[in-house]
């Protein structure tokens, strides 16, 4: 099964090739240039590309929120 992620821009290189290597489809944050962008631009974006967010910005470790 793939599932279609989405890298913020906060994560290593190495995320991206492990994702890709076990078959998922990933895009990067800064490839949409959405780098520095307000969280919920970037959480717009993954929900109209239906793609899961992986992300160490702790802002989105509010559930009240996302």
Same mark, same amino acid.
């Given at each position: 099964?793939? /599932?279609?992620?989405?890298?913020? $821009?906060? =994560?290593?290189?190495? #995320?991206?090739?492990?994702?890709? @290597? &076990?078959?998922?489809? /990933?895009?990067?944050?800064?490839? $949409?240039? =959405?780098?520095?962008? #307000?969280?919920?631009?970037?959480? @717009? &974006?993954?929900?109209?590309?239906?793609?899961?967010?992986?992300?160490?910005?702790?802002?989105?470790?509010?559930?009240?929120?996302?």
């Amino acid at each position: 099964m793939v /599932v279609r992620f989405k890298l913020d $821009e906060n =994560l290593p290189r190495d #995320a991206e090739e492990l994702l890709r @290597d &076990a078959g998922h489809e /990933v895009q990067k944050v800064r490839q $949409e240039r =959405l780098e520095g962008s #307000a969280d919920i631009r970037v959480l @717009d &974006a993954c929900l109209i590309e239906s793609r899961i967010l992986i992300t160490l910005d702790l802002d989105f470790s509010d559930i009240r929120l996302y």
